[in-house]
């Protein structure tokens, strides 16, 4: 097939182009190094290109010279491949680790811009077989605070004239399945994540005569382990709620009760029911929790991602085209939705999507192989070229099933 064949020509580029990027990893949503290695690796494209005016992305629209459609009536998908780095100091042996102490590629961002790249280069080359528009999306700030709504905001999902008709992206995994290996599921895919403030408001005082006090803490600490009786007794363990407990602050001093004790939590969920049935049970709990002790509870909900949910018929389309490209033997189904998240997930609120993983574990066994997020994630660039062939092919198919179908639709119509 054409896309494979380009994107092995092209492979060494593009891990040139990974590489590059591993070693100035930049995070958040100000990425001006990344930015700049994207517009110089897209640069003699035809391409409409527009920069964020909040972050720095690139929205790239290319134009498809195939077909019969014209205008507004002309299919549109979009690509996405996310651009930011983590707050992590690496912990490897490479040639080019990162230069920037404190920040590193530990997510294979720097593997998702390469093969988005890749994918508008084999598009180029076959424009004239493009039935369609393409919208390839550079995205700043997956790892937080969000770059997706921000894009979206600033005309993302319009850039091409006309509203994207279907969305693909995917990711790269340093562990779990062997090197190579395509999954995921239909349906949803990663869960929503919240973020949960508590503040129990008590009276500080001497720690020798805490009954002349109302202290904060031990109320605190009733309440973080009640919640957890609140996530096994009160929820459906197929709709399932997770609330972890990663900060917790009270106190100065061993005999000093404070005013007050805060703790924070993040809280995930499969379903937009038990995303706001969660929320509503955590202020319950701590409010009436703490009013049974004499304090008072603060609780301010921090809403985060949606939950990542992949679109029956565009993942099964995903999933044909893997099998087709790659092979029966390269693809995995996950049978089970997993607990990270993901902001592709506003894309996917307003779009018909598919977020599809690809393993590029290097290590002989990928179930003891360090994680994504660990300073000692490494991923093989050698599947870079397969991600850009899958892009691009998704791309081409997919606009070819628009254009064919939009005629017998407007027949049936009349």
């Known amino acids: 097939m054409r896309t494979l064949d380009i994107a092995s020509t092209i492979g060494p580029d593009l891990v040139r182009l990974r590489r590059e990027l591993h070693q100035v990893p930049e995070v958040g949503m100000d990425l001006p190094l990344t930015q700049r290695a994207v517009l110089d690796a897209l640069d003699g494209l035809d391409l409409e290109v527009t920069l964020g005016r909040e972050l720095s992305s690139v929205v790239a629209v290319l134009r498809g010279r195939g077909g019969s459609r014209t205008g507004t009536d002309r299919p549109v998908v979009l690509l996405r491949g996310d651009m930011d780095a983590l707050p992590v100091t690496e912990d490897l042996d490479l040639d080019y680790v990162s230069r920037h102490v404190g920040r590193m590629h530990a997510c294979g961002h720097d593997l998702h811009v390469a093969g988005l790249v890749g994918a508008a280069r084999i598009l180029h080359e076959l424009r004239d077989e493009l039935e369609g528009d393409v919208v390839l999306m550079f995205q700043p700030g997956e790892e937080g605070p969000g770059g997706a709504e921000p894009m979206i905001r600033e005309g993302l999902l319009e850039a091409a004239g006309r509203r994207v008709d279907a969305a693909y992206a995917l990711h790269v995994y340093s562990s779990e399945y062997a090197k190579g290996v395509w999954f995921g599921r239909p349906g949803p895919l990663m869960a929503a994540a919240d973020e949960v403030r508590v503040t129990i408001v008590g009276e500080g005082g001497h720690g020798s005569q805490p009954f002349r006090a109302k202290d904060p803490i031990p109320v605190a600490c009733e309440i973080v382990v009640a919640l957890q009786t609140l996530v096994t007794r009160q929820f459906d363990v197929f709709d399932p709620v997770v609330i972890t407990v990663g900060k917790f602050v009270g106190g100065t001093k061993d005999n000093i009760i404070p005013d007050e004790a805060v703790f924070e939590a993040t809280v995930r ?66 049978r089970d939705p997993e607990m990270g998240s993901e902001d592709f997930s506003f894309v996917g609120q307003l779009v018909p999507s598919a977020y599809v993983n690809l393993s590029a574990c290097p290590a002989a066994d990928h179930d003891s192989a360090p994680d994504n997020h660990s300073p000692r994630a490494d991923f093989d660039d050698s599947v870079v070229p397969d991600g850009a062939a899958l892009l691009a092919e998704l791309a081409l198919r997919r606009t070819a099933q628009l254009s064919a179908r939009a005629p017998q639709a407007a027949a049936s119509s009349d």
């Open 269 to 334: 969920s499969l379903s937009e029911e038990a995303r706001a049935e969660v929320s509503a049970k955590i202020e319950r709990l701590c409010t009436q929790l703490a009013a049974a002790h004499g304090l008072t509870a603060v609780v301010e909900h921090l809403p985060g991602y949606p939950v990542t949910v992949n679109d029956e018929a565009e993942y099964a389309f995903a999933k044909d085209t893997i099998v087709d490209l790659f092979g029966a033997d390269r693809y995995s189904h996950q």
